[in-house]
């Protein structure tokens, strides 16, 4: 079966010119919770701004940061989010973020925008500032340094910057500003939010214990895959195909080799393994990807743990692939409002126009593919994610959401949810030949070690992870109360 991801994943993120075609797709949303004023108490961080684009308008805009700690601890980096808050240019402007120079490195640095609650004439959304654990503690007294950071249109058109919230121009050296808010571990510490987007910190009482069971008994699809090689028989009649099929996405020439997905022992528990392998030509390049025969999953909850690998099993590093975890329907006409895609796409060495690894997830709402157009919202998180992971997203009637290892990945609006049923997949495969151009021969692994769907239900990550644990502690390796649609 083919899909239309032929050309919904061509889409040349990697250029300014290309860029400008995606006009239409919207701005990533991550977090969950309104931000507002904060408490210069507790941790004792404080966030200093000043700018290098200080112009009313301009082709970016600049928010040069640093974070000092004032209190008497060191402060783990990873707890903390910085928020800057701006008007964004057009209801549909959709924004990229970008580093270029930090004292700590641009590598452990993130950047993701979000949509506030409650907008106001200054700010209707935000850039959300973290990092990675790779950068560290910030010892009391201390600082970062500067954090030199930028984002702009994606089709780079001019943007206004003098009705921004936390923008101000005049500043030629840091200082101290509260224009833009600090959270650590949750609890805010610094800055004050724009009037009606005031967070709520967290209870002091402890939270209740996630429950042991999912609630209800909502129609069910599990596969613990649980099967020999992709010639076992159950496979094919628990629903799943192994692509064979020639044709997109990826590299042009490629095939997709069903005796590429295996099923391996690891420590008792069986395991999916997709292969993918090149030698630097389309002819010796093979593709993997399974996937439900029926389209008939809609609205509720998609999980899977899914390992992802940074570095080939061997040969030489550097191929720009995609693994994925997503769901999807046919484009029926370019452009068809009845289209739906959700996506888990990690790059481990980056990709349409990202230079190193980074995780995407995606919410489609439609596309046309000549002349390119795209109306999505995505997530992203530049980070390496190899290991295993798991992948929960969940669609109900008013949004999407996206959770990465129990935590929340990022929030997409009710303008993307599915208007027909959808298939489930799994597929790993090479953008193009560029990033490694060699001719020695490599192959990548991706393991899936389970799926899970539950109809119109949505279920905490906490809840999946019982659910997971239920179903196999009663010894069932597969099952699909699923009505067909």
């Not at 390119?372 to 997530?379: F, M, P």
């Amino acid at each position: 079966m083919s899909t239309p991801r032929t050309t919904s994943r061509t889409m040349g993120r990697s250029t300014r010119a290309a860029l400008a075609l995606t006009a239409l797709v919207g701005s990533a949303a991550v977090a969950t919770f309104p931000l507002t004023t904060a408490s210069a108490s507790g941790s004792g961080v404080v966030v200093q701004y000043r700018t290098s684009a200080s112009g009313a308008t301009a082709d970016q805009s600049e928010p040069w940061l640093k974070v000092r700690n004032t209190g008497t601890s060191a402060v783990q980096l990873s707890q903390v989010k910085i928020r800057y808050y701006f008007k964004a240019d057009s209801p549909s402007a959709s924004y990229r973020f970008a580093c270029s120079w930090a004292v700590k490195g641009c590598s452990v640095i993130t950047g993701t925008f979000g949509t506030l609650a409650n907008p106001t004439a200054t700010a209707d959304r935000y850039l959300e500032i973290g990092f990675t654990p790779a950068a560290g503690s910030l010892a009391a007294g201390a600082d970062t340094g500067d954090m030199q950071l930028r984002f702009h249109q994606t089709n780079w058109q001019t943007l206004t910057q003098s009705d921004d919230y936390s923008f101000q121009g005049a500043p030629t050296a840091y200082a101290d500003w509260t224009k833009v808010t600090a959270q650590v571990a949750g609890v805010n510490v610094w800055g004050t939010a724009p009037a009606g987007n005031e967070p709520t910190d967290p209870p002091t009482t402890p939270p209740t214990t996630p429950p042991t069971t999912p609630p209800g008994n909502g129609e069910t699809l599990f596969d613990d895959f649980s099967y020999t090689s992709h010639t076992d028989p159950a496979l094919a009649s628990h629903g799943w195909s192994v692509r064979s099929n020639s044709g997109g996405p990826g590299v042009p020439g490629a095939t997709w080799d069903p005796s590429k997905v295996t099923f391996v022992n690891q420590s008792g528990n069986t395991v999916m393994n997709l292969e993918t392998s090149s030698a630097g030509t389309g002819a010796s390049t093979v593709h993997t990807e399974v996937l439900t025969k029926a389209t008939k999953f809609k609205n509720g909850t998609y999980a899977s743990r899914v390992k992802f690998s940074d570095a080939p099993k061997y040969g030489p590093d550097g191929d720009r692939i995609v693994q994925t975890f997503f769901t999807i329907n046919d484009l029926k006409a370019p452009m068809a409002d009845d289209y739906a895609e959700y996506d888990f796409e990690y790059l481990p060495n980056g990709g349409w126009g990202e230079p190193a690894n980074i995780l995407y997830t995606t919410s489609w709402e439609t596309y046309n593919p000549d002349p390119w157009q795209a109306v999505n919202q995505h997530s992203e998180s530049r980070t390496s994610f190899a290991g295993w992971h798991d992948l929960v997203v969940t669609i109900d009637n008013d949004k999407i959401t996206y959770y990465v290892d129990g935590a929340l990945f990022g929030t997409h609006d009710a303008a993307y949810l599915p208007e027909r049923p959808m298939s489930i997949n799994f597929n790993q495969w090479l953008i193009d030949l560029n990033g490694q151009p060699s001719t020695t021969p490599r192959a990548y692994d991706q393991q899936v070690d389970y799926v899970l769907h539950v109809k119109d239900q949505v279920l905490t990550p906490a809840q999946v992870a019982a659910k997971v644990a239920a179903l196999r502690g009663a010894g069932t390796t597969f099952v699909d109360q699923v009505p067909a649609s």
